[in-house]
């Protein structure tokens, strides 16, 4: 019972080029997603988030967008670099419950 | 700026045996958990921890699991007779809100 899902285990980007990553939900109760980048050997790092009473939100290069009538997320890297080439986790919560992260979307960023 | 630590980085055990996976939380965190991921698997929620008790577990968090916040500092997780199943990364996370999670850089339990 997958309640957060990214669809696409892998995505190839060109260095400069806008990398947008998914992300569904099928529980209409999270209120907060976030997204987490997480390199070979190093535990996830918190890249940015979102509450569901936002539609967007801006940080740098990295803009989250939320559609609740849809459920779903996306995380816009623009311009991408090699430096982003890592697996990227959406994941939500429930109030105070614990993360549910999707599978990861491993993000490669080609020179 | 304060990080999650875990020790150690790799764990070997034979299965049945138990093994203490430790985390050195940030220090005015208030909440704290343990997940993992199993090789090319979903990173998965296990426990979180409050005021010296547990506050959430999932189904995996089964009584071969433990966990205890033995001295205001460190947290750790005990699984009392390992299985073949268990092996995976294993990540500490704390944080102050509810939200933001700050993670450790895992230790890897190998159970032969």
């Known amino acids: 019972d997958q309640q957060v899902k990214q669809n696409s285990p892998s995505l190839s980007v060109q260095e400069g080029r806008i990398s947008i990553l998914n992300c569904d939900y099928t529980?209409?109760?999270?209120?907060?997603f976030l997204w987490y980048k997480k390199y070979p050997a190093e535990g996830p790092t918190f890249l940015i988030s979102i509450s569901s009473i936002k539609d967007k939100n801006e940080d740098g290069r990295f803009t989250v967008f939320l559609n609740k009538s849809a459920k779903h997320l996306s995380l816009h890297i623009v311009p991408s670099q090699p430096g982003d080439s890592a697996v990227y986790f959406c994941?939500?919560?429930?109030?105070?419950?614990?993360?549910?992260f999707g599978k990861g979307t491993h993000l490669i960023i080609q020179p | 700026e304060p990080e999650v630590t875990q020790t150690p980085s790799h764990q070997v055990t034979q299965m049945g045996q138990e093994v203490i996976l430790r985390c050195v939380p940030i220090s005015n965190h208030l909440y704290f958990y343990w997940y993992r991921q199993i090789l090319g698997q979903k990173v998965e929620f296990l426990v979180s921890?409050?005021?010296?008790?547990?506050?959430?577990k999932s189904e995996i968090f089964d009584d071969q699991f433990s966990v205890e916040r033995p001295d205001g500092s460190n947290f750790t997780l005990k699984i009392r007779s390992t299985k073949l199943e268990d092996s995976a990364m294993y990540f500490c996370?704390?944080?102050?809100?509810?939200?933001?999670?700050?993670f450790g850089s895992g230790t890897q339990l190998s159970v032969l």
């Open positions: 921890f409050y005021n010296n008790e547990i506050s959430e």
């Open positions: 994941a939500a919560s429930e109030g105070a419950d614990g993360l549910t």
């Open positions: 996370a704390s944080n102050w809100d509810r939200k933001k999670l700050f």
């Open positions: 529980n209409s109760m999270f209120d907060y």
